[in-house]
């Protein structure tokens, strides 16, 4: 039962399920304290102490019954349930039948006598069907079929109508026949189930002792494949991110003031000095950027807008100023929020202000607008970036006024989640966006956005 229980703590573990040592432990002992008789208790006792969070019930309740089910099916004897007449003519019938269909006889058998599969067929079956090589509970189904094909169950409900057919010729009463069709319908569902049963619980076995996979690092996971839970984890990472990134910018200002010697200046300063440098110069601080965001928030982009306005407005101590603008049919601007707010709250508020919509982003039509109404935050200080993946739905992409922007201001700068094969795919504008662009970074995962924004504050 120990080596079970472990087993099955691997395969919860396996399926995402988190449970620590401790927690193992405490399964163990609760065990121990109630004991396996009733099953129920047994089965609330180890979901107790093994399951914290509401999601991972459905798993713990899937993988529950094939480690701790019992693995022989109700079936039943029908001879012994019918009169002497009855079970010579089922047995002549049955002989019938087997003369014509001589490889399921043994199965015909079988399901009459209400047998199920002895592990030997089941081992069997399952070397032939490739069983040992499944280590996923997605092949489940695939691998129950090829097991099914191996022990002929599939053809059970032909061997049944088949029966009753010959049952009905040897002058069987309607009643004895209905009972022994029920009879049969019982166990062939048993055996089937059986076979169900062996092939998850081998799965879940084999799934169990294989090495699990290398979790890749979060913050390299693509935007677009990450779990609602692997989110919140990244939100909660965004301030350590912001602090790890305000140290290094804190580092390059330090060797900026007094590491690297300003050789103009210095030669200025001791000209007095018949130019022997006496008096030393360094370069000077590092210029913090003025900042201007334009995030597209609709469906595809709205985790990566999130992540980068969480990212910069944590980040403000290194930036001079920032405004910001989110727009999927139309630009806003959202500047005041973040001034009222802190950055996260200031995000979430954002978000739920400007909800997506299907197929309305049109960037082309929020440029217009931005240059209406706010080109005047576009100063020759200013770096503009504009985060989006610049699929325009056919509008008019108005690179003119990109264009504009990128002369007014110090450079325009594209953060875009696609690579570049698929600039110009499908309703995408990006390939001419790109050529008014002073530069275009690929931040399709937190790793990415952060080294695209550090490079932004490297080059103030």
Request: glycine fraction near 4%; charge should be negative.
């Amino acid at each position: 039962m120990d080596k079970r229980m472990i087993d099955f703590i691997r395969v919860l573990r396996a399926s995402g399920v988190r449970i620590s040592l401790a927690e193992s432990m405490d399964a163990m002992h609760g065990i121990e304290a109630v004991g396996v008789n009733d099953k129920d208790i047994f089965r609330a006792a180890l979901k107790t102490t093994l399951v914290k969070e509401n999601r991972d019930q459905a798993t713990f309740d899937y993988f529950f019954p094939l480690y701790f089910g019992s693995r022989i099916p109700p079936m039943q004897n029908i001879p012994d349930q019918l009169s002497e007449d009855d079970q010579q003519t089922l047995q002549e019938a049955l002989q019938a039948l087997m003369g014509s269909m001589e490889a399921l006889r043994d199965l015909l058998k079988q399901l009459s006598e209400g047998k199920p599969f002895s592990q030997q067929q089941l081992d069997q079956a399952a070397q032939q069907s490739g069983l040992e090589q499944g280590d996923q509970m997605y092949q489940r189904p695939w691998f129950e079929r090829r097991m099914q094909r191996q022990l002929n169950t599939q053809q059970l409900q032909q061997l049944i109508e088949q029966l009753m057919q010959q049952l009905e010729q040897m002058g069987m009463s309607e009643q004895a026949r209905q009972e022994i069709q029920d009879m049969l319908q019982q166990n062939a569902e048993g055996l089937t189930d059986q076979v169900n049963q062996y092939t998850g619980a081998s799965l879940a076995e084999q799934m169990a002792n294989r090495e699990p996979d290398p979790k890749p690092d979060l913050i390299d996971i693509p935007f677009t494949r990450l779990s609602d839970e692997e989110v919140d984890e990244i939100r909660a990472e965004i301030r350590r991110l912001a602090a790890r990134l305000r140290s290094r910018a804190s580092l390059r200002q330090k060797h900026a003031k007094t590491g690297t010697l300003d050789t103009r200046r210095m030669m200025r300063a001791n000209m007095r000095y018949d130019a022997v440098p006496i008096e030393l110069r360094y370069r000077t601080r590092h210029v913090k950027p003025c900042l201007v965001l334009i995030c597209d928030v609709s469906t595809s982009m709205r985790y990566c807008a999130e992540f980068l306005l969480t990212l910069i407005y944590e980040l403000q101590d290194q930036v001079a100023k920032t405004d910001s603008f989110v727009f999927i049919s139309d630009i806003t601007d959202i500047s005041m929020v973040f001034k009222e707010n802190e950055p996260q709250a200031a995000v979430e508020k954002v978000l739920s202000e400007n909800r997506p919509g299907y197929y309305n982003t049109d960037l082309g039509g929020s440029l217009a607008t931005f240059k209406r109404d706010h080109m005047s935050k576009v100063t020759a200080k200013t770096t503009v970036i504009i985060l989006g993946d610049g699929r325009n739905n056919y509008n008019d992409p108005r690179t003119d006024i990109a264009e504009e922007i990128k002369r007014r201001g110090r450079r325009l700068i594209w953060f875009n989640p696609e690579p570049a094969y698929q600039w110009g795919t499908g309703d995408s504008d990006m390939h001419l966006y790109a050529q008014h662009a002073s530069a275009v970074y690929k931040v399709s995962n937190l790793r990415e956005l952060a080294a695209a924004v550090d490079k932004i504050l490297v080059d103030g």
